[in-house]
């Protein structure tokens, strides 16, 4: 038989018979989080329940239900110290804190509704904002509960530069910015981010039910009109990002203090900039075309070194290479010009 009681002494069970419905989801708050097999398990406590919140004794173990798990070798609901070799998987998010509310439920396994889950969260209307993009402010300042200023995201923005730019700094992606709003994404506590954003135009619905004169907005109609901050946007906390605009079409990435950034341009350019140096290297070849020009400048020295051959060959060569040509290893250096030279 499978160990049931792993997570809940034998004896607590038959104590709680009597004062928690094992057949209901009920909604629990959140009392300890440090648990010890590290997998997402809490101590809860049921409000519905006649055990005095204060008991710590009597809180229940809830294990973490995740939405996709599962190990190349399963066996199922054995004791945490009953290891076997295999390989998991799956998703995990981190438990919400302390005093956070959470809905449990019990499932029947082998005609005993004995384990207790957490699966789920309820959404507090009024501490909701930050969710998931840590959205503008009336002031294009992204921006907590109360539409105070977030601190971190809002500081690296303006050191990069990026705090008066809609597209890579402060973006509008958050729950309540339409009605249902079209964002989807995943915000830690410590405000890293993972944003997936449909975008919002002028013609989106911002009405309530309570008020609502207009039928409800359908996006596969209005797939012509431009939508603000459509696309695909990872952040952290202090800003490093990568960028997938579907407004403009950009990809665009940028590191912490605003020191190096790139972008590959919808209308055709790839622009990238480094405070300190631009590298690249190669064990094969390294190749520049262009069909029209390339331009070299520099206000310090141009240096070109190679270990054999240096080759220079045009149809009109008219710049001036009055200084020495400097050739340390002996090799040759041919000019050939079939213009002026």
């Known amino acids: 038989m499978a160990q049931l009681d792993t997570f809940l002494d034998i004896k607590d069970i038959q104590s709680y018979k009597d004062k928690i419905d094992y057949t209901r989801i009920s909604l629990a ?3 300890d989080t440090r648990s010890f097999t590290r997998t997402g398990e809490l101590k809860v406590w049921l409000p519905t329940s006649r055990i005095p919140e204060e008991d710590s004794s009597r809180w229940l173990t809830a294990r973490y239900a995740s939405p996709f798990y599962g190990n190349s070798n399963p066996q199922m609901f054995n004791s945490y110290f009953d290891t076997t070799v295999a390989d998991s998987f799956g998703m995990f998010f981190v438990p919400p804190a302390v005093d956070n509310m959470v809905f449990v439920f019990f499932p029947n396994i082998q005609g005993e509704n004995n384990l207790c889950y957490w699966f789920s969260c309820p959404v507090d209307p009024k501490e909701s904002l930050m969710i998931p993009g840590i ?3 009336s002031d294009l300042k992204p921006s907590k509960e109360g ?3 977030y601190n971190p995201l809002a500081e690296a923005i303006d050191k990069q530069g990026l705090s008066n730019d809609l597209l890579r700094g402060p973006t509008s992606s958050g729950i309540k910015r339409e009605s249902p709003s079209n ?3 995943i915000l830690t506590p410590m405000g890293n981010q993972f944003i997936m954003d449909d975008g919002w135009s002028k013609t989106d619905n911002l009405e309530t039910w309570d008020d609502a004169q ?8 209005i797939s012509d009109v431009e939508r603000y901050d459509s696309g695909i946007r990872l952040r952290t906390r202090d800003g490093v990002q990568i960028l997938l605009s579907n407004n403009k079409g950009h990809v665009y990435m940028i590191n912490k203090d605003g020191t190096a950034w790139a972008e590959l341009n919808n209308d055709g350019y790839v622009d990238c900039w480094a405070l300190k140096c631009v590298s690249a290297s190669s064990d094969g070849d390294i190749n ?3 069909k029209r020009n390339i331009n070299i400048n520099a206000q310090g020295n ?3 070194k190679s270990a054999t051959d240096i080759k220079f060959e045009a149809q009109n060569l008219t710049a001036q290479m009055s200084q020495n040509i400097l050739c340390s290893t002996g090799a040759n250096i041919e000019q050939t ?3 002026t030279f």
Do not use: H, R, S, W
């Not at 207009?214 to 109609?221: K, P, R």
């Open 288 to 290: 520049l075309n262009a």
């Open 147 to 149: 539409n105070a200023v």
């Open 337 to 339: 010009a079939q213009g």
């Open 29 to 31: 708050k959140i009392k």
């Open 183 to 185: 964002c989807f994404g």
């Open 135 to 137: 959205p503008y402010n």
């Open 214 to 221: 207009t039928e409800q907005v359908n996006l596969n109609e």
């Open 302 to 304: 141009i240096n070109i």
